[in-house]
């Protein structure tokens, strides 16, 4: 062959040398399953991302559909990752670790191979969060790279990662090795490094809105199983309302926690309802995957605009007189502890 592509020649010279790259870009295809589309991933998440490393850091940044400026950093010694986020124009960093860790099982290597990006792979699995998920590793590239751990078998170049709203597979596309500017892939100082609850509050939380203290406004409709909800109604008892959609991650995310919540709560004096401005056959859909058994109303925005609902998921515990005695606004990693500690408070 007369002429040669550049980033082939680099290849075959490292190769031939014996060396290994050890700064680059690496740009991924990210595909997703139809739980994750369901869940709105396709525009939070987007179809690709790019990753920026030398030899101490790895910089990764998605290029959504949203006008997010939000990347990852991880450190490529320990594996800790690091998620730097802006919101309402404030900078947060948010260290991957304890609860926001995914369930990992330990890394196994295969006999697999196959050639990604002209560059031979193994191919590892692993259970994460429960599903079977696998990393096909380069040892041709220098550091090593895998997401959430530090690991001894090479670059990640394609991989998958499972959360309760969908699955994920990334796959390297296009490679360039070159140097990089340490000021794109280092950590920076000027963002606040805040703990999940922090997180969760300044994401979701709207500081100058709160509904305790209200009275909760009355509303008479019919449930999916055709059965009336009438609030006033309902006076004597206390009613945990939850304001959701089905395309709110963080709405699907704390539903098993929900539904542990009302069992466990089931021979108090409280009623479950669920409230949502998707319409019925929507939520049927979505229900045969992600079961919700609070008692579920549908078609309901003029509730939700009555409310003045601005935060999803939004849950609101109102007492036996019809007053909003407290709240809980925004997605959590704990909602079950939390809506525990939120009954208990008001209910003996």
């Known amino acids: 062959m007369k002429y040669v592509p550049i980033l082939l020649t680099l290849i075959l010279f490292a190769s031939c040398a014996g060396l290994k790259p050890k700064s680059g870009v690496i740009t991924y295809d990210i595909t997703m399953d139809e739980a994750a589309k369901r869940n709105g991933m396709d525009r939070n998440v987007g179809t690709k991302a790019t990753a920026q490393f030398n030899k101490k850091y790895l910089h990764l940044k998605k290029n959504t559909t949203t006008p997010a400026n939000d990347f990852e950093i991880v450190d490529l010694k320990t594996g800790q990752s690091t998620q730097y ?4 124009k404030e900078d947060y960093a948010l260290p991957m670790q304890g609860e926001l860790m995914p369930d990992l099982t330990t890394l196994k290597l295969t006999e697999e191979t196959k050639t990604i990006m002209g560059l031979p792979c193994k191919k590892a699995v692993w259970v994460m969060n429960g599903q079977p998920a696998y990393v096909y590793f380069t040892e041709a590239i220098k550091p090593y790279y895998c997401p959430f751990v530090p690991q001894e078998f090479g670059f990640a170049m394609e991989y998958q990662l499972h959360y309760p709203y969908g699955s994920f597979t990334y796959t390297a596309s296009e490679t360039e090795f070159k140097k990089i500017d340490k000021n794109l892939v280092k950590p920076p100082e000027n963002y606040k490094i805040v703990t999940p609850k922090e997180y969760q509050m300044a994401l979701f939380k709207n500081k100058n809105q709160s509904f305790i203290g209200q009275p909760a406004k009355p509303f008479i409709v019919t449930d999916m199983n055709g059965v009336p909800v009438d609030l006033e109604a309902l006076k004597g ?9 089905t395309n709110c991650a963080p709405c699907v995310q704390e539903i098993p926690d929900l539904n542990s919540l009302k069992r466990k ?7 479950f309802i669920a409230i949502t401005f998707d319409d019925e056959q929507m939520v049927r859909d979505f229900m045969v995957e992600h079961p919700f058994d609070f008692r579920m109303v549908t078609d309901s925005r003029n509730i939700t605009i009555n409310y003045d609902i601005r935060s999803y998921p939004t849950t609101l515990l109102v007492n036996e007189k019809g007053i909003i005695v407290d709240e809980h606004i925004g997605g959590s990693f704990n909602t079950l502890e939390e809506l525990e500690n939120i009954i208990n408070k008001h209910i003996n």
């Open 237 to 245: 008892k206390f009613v945990l309302l939850n304001f959701w959609f």
């Open 85 to 88: 986020i802006t919101i309402f």
């Open 265 to 271: 709560y089931r021979k108090k004096n409280i009623e």
